[in-house]
């Protein structure tokens, strides 16, 4: 955890004077300042951005803007609309244990570790401005170190030696509030970015929102003695400067649902296969398999067509050479994922069923289509 967090405050009175309450409504209920800087001490992702959706829905922010700052251990967060097999390597994160969270906010994918700050910046919808917000990020940082060279964009994104991302954003407005989140690489594993942030499935065809590639740097790259204490308190500090605010840092657990009620069921909601991959646009995929039997050294090409929709296989199609596989054996296989979820897990027990049924080549050859189709869902 960062260093600042080390300076807890309990949710009574802090040092700048904001009284909070303890227990259901301490947050949602401080007097006394115009802001409040929050940091989360929990790293896990669902946990954060249920804490994001709470705020929103408890606070009033008609009274206060509040800055949240947060960290995750390693995962993937997938803009509201995206299309998740588009966007990142689903078998290299299940090899790596990194998780998937497809967040309520829109724009695109980002890659969250500790070496990534995130900040979200709550207001009322009138008071929205994230060119607003950035200026705090970029001040924070040439009040720090004025060689850097940082600047925010049109698109919303903060660019070092007017070349390198070192911050993307994203939104959400509702009826009456909004919030605004920002990522800041200070130190993240850029390895790791690029081995999850390719497709999973090639030939995808879908009107879900695209990211964006950008070269990327880390802060730490080029002001190497950047510590994670001066960057928080920096941040704070260039916050109250601009929303005319003395609010100090309050520590809060995502994971105390005294504190916040009902945060974990939200929780719980952003980690399910539903809201995750349910949630995508409808997309179709179109691709070519490669199949070979390796006891006689046959080999061909196949087609794959599936349309998807609500996360579900609505129809599929394979075209196969019919001197290679029975037409009537790759059709079973087509109808068996037809109604099922478009999940490699999902359909592998699908397979493992209809290969049972068959012997001999047509066996192996039935379980090698079947396993590149496996390999296409990610």
């Not at 006891?295 to 609505?314: D, F, M, N, P, Y």
Request: hydrophobic share 40%; proline share 4%.
């Amino acid at each position: 955890m960062m260093s600042h967090v080390r300076r807890t405050w309990s949710l009574g009175r802090n040092r700048s004077g904001v009284s909070c309450r303890t227990g259901s409504a301490s947050i949602a209920t401080c007097s006394g300042d115009a802001a409040l800087v929050l940091l989360s001490r929990s790293n896990d992702v669902f946990q954060n951005l249920a804490l994001e959706d709470w705020i929103e829905a408890n606070v009033d922010l008609q009274r206060r803007g509040v800055l949240l700052l947060w960290r995750n251990r390693p995962a993937v967060v997938i803009g509201r609309h995206q299309n998740p097999w588009a966007e990142c390597h689903l078998p290299a994160m299940r090899g790596g244990g990194v998780p998937l969270a497809r967040r309520r906010s829109g724009g695109g994918t980002v890659f969250h570790d500790l070496g990534n700050l995130n900040l979200t910046f709550f207001s009322s919808k009138t008071s929205y401005d994230r060119r607003r917000n950035l200026k705090v990020v970029t001040e924070a940082l040439r009040q720090l170190r004025p060689a850097l060279d940082v600047r925010a964009t049109d698109r919303f994104d903060i660019l070092l030696n007017g070349h390198f991302k070192i911050s993307g954003s994203a939104a959400r407005l509702s009826r009456k509030s909004s919030y605004h989140h920002c990522t800041l690489l200070h130190s993240a594993d850029h390895s790791a970015l690029a081995n999850v942030l390719r497709p999973s499935c090639p030939g995808i065809q879908s009107n879900a929102t695209p990211s964006v590639p950008s070269p990327v740097a880390n802060l730490l790259d080029h002001a190497p003695t950047l510590q994670w204490e001066e960057l928080l308190d920096a941040l704070v500090r260039q916050y109250n400067a601009e929303f005319s605010s003395s609010s100090s840092s309050i520590t809060v657990d995502p994971a105390d649902e005294a504190a916040f009620p009902g945060v974990a069921a939200a929780a719980a909601e952003l980690r399910s296969w539903d809201w995750t991959f349910g949630r995508t646009p409808k997309f179709r995929v179109e691709t070519v398999l490669q199949l070979a039997d390796e006891r006689t050294a046959a080999r061909c090409s196949a087609r794959l067509q599936v349309e998807v929709k609500g996360g579900v296989v609505e129809s599929c199609r394979l075209d196969v050479p019919a001197d290679w596989l029975p037409p009537r054996l790759s059709g079973e296989l087509s109808g068996v994922l037809v109604g099922g979820r478009f999940c490699r897990h999902r359909a592998a027990a699908a397979v493992t069923e209809l290969t049972r049924s068959e012997s001999g080549e047509a066996r192996s050859r039935l379980k090698e289509l079947g396993d590149a189709v496996l390999t296409a869902m990610g």
